[in-house]
């Protein structure tokens, strides 16, 4: 285990002092960790950058019973997940699975009007594993009892975050309501705020292995320089694509020694479990701009405070880039409503630095642009970075999902036209050969 803070100190991303600073966004004694996002000060684990997440870490007291009280924000989507020690995701509580207090609405369940302002519900928090595995990544037809399951680990610590992905526009962060207020019972006794935090002893520090936060920079960099490979190891032209996978799998991309038989896992850094990822690793020594195309999936219009909530294929799909698995920090994210498609549904994204960017490549000409960092990978490569799709919630009669690729042979077959197929091109090339139609 380490000391949390200690870990963000050492990467430049501490918040103990935020109040001090003039660190933003919106926390309290429950929800002090966060909220994160792609804000430079923390940026931790792949966090999407039109998401907002705020972590709490606690210990109930024996014999105690937590409830948290919230009201369904105005945004694409929000849950509450459980952790362990090394990042790994136990149990999560997906909005549309929430049900709503007595004369209110669940904005989140198909057909239902998003803007209704009677939107309060009541869950309840227990320090126990999970009896049942909930169904994630597809929509589930599943009753949660709203009951979130949040076993301790290490020093009896127990850890859950609160996320909101794409909050309506102008009511980011939070989605235009509050934070979800925690009450503890003990003895018939009901204790809220300030008193609720200190049961709860809210202000301990987090305690997480070194590794849930992603790999040590000098492993990383020492499995990123082998001697025996190529200068652009290990990314591939054209780039290679991979699920989400365990621990090992990772390494073993650098390494060399991958199976390609290898299951889709939850994997670490704190992931969401109600998305999938593809990734790739790819090197500006191949060329400087990237271009992507594909079928995007359908989804739910709501950043424009659209009245009605509808499911489609997707809850929610983005394309990010990232720096590396040495800080896990996130560069930028394009979200699905701001990609624009042909008359027959398919993208066309290009990556680069904001040097490289083609003139053609805008929303005006039917193209995406999605910038990497300046620094690379933020450890030694300035030419290196790590692009990720993330799927979210899959209906479960679209079969082209990344939550329906199983194994990492099955990609191509399974996603089909939804498959992102990619190249590398210099800046040049880009707007010669891609015309502004």
Known sequence: MINIRLLLLLTFTINITASDIGVPGPRD?????GPHSGDPYINLAYPDSNVYYWASVFTMPEGSELYIDGE?????YMSIISYNARGKPLESL????????????????????RLNKSRDYNIQVFNKEPVTNRETGIISNLSSNNVLN??????????????????????EPLGGVDLPKPTVMI???SYTGKAACDLLNTDQNLAITIDAAGLPAMKYRELASQPDKPSTWPAQNPPKWYIQMDRQSLIGIYTGEFNMNAPRSTGGFFPNLDNHYLRTIINRKYGHVLMIKGKAPLTPKTFNSNKKFSNNELRYWS???????????????????EIPVDDDGYFTIFISKLKDKPRN??????????????????????DVAVIQFRH??????????????????DIKEVMQEYYPRSRYFMKNQVESFFPCL
């Open 361 to 382: 490549a805008i929303k005006e000409c039917g193209y995406a642009w999605l910038p990497i960092a300046e620094d690379g990978d933020g450890v030694f490569d300035e």
């Open 392 to 409: 979210m919630l899959a209906n479960s009669n679209f079969n082209n999902s990344i939550q329906s690729v199983e194994n990492q042979s």
């Open 319 to 337: 394309l990010c880039s990232n720096q590396s698995f040495g800080n896990t920090r996130v560069n930028d994210c394009l979200f699905d409503e």
């Open 94 to 113: 997906a909005d549309y699975l929430i049900e709503p207090q007595k004369k209110s609405f669940n904005p989140f369940v198909s057909g239902n009007q």
């Open 29 to 33: 004694c429950f929800w002090s960790l």
């Open 72 to 76: 369904y924000p105005y945004s694409r």
């Open 187 to 189: 003895d018939g006794t």
């Open 150 to 171: 949040a076993p301790s680990y290490g020093p009896n610590q127990q850890l859950i975050i609160y996320r909101i992905y794409l909050p309506d526009n102008s009511t």
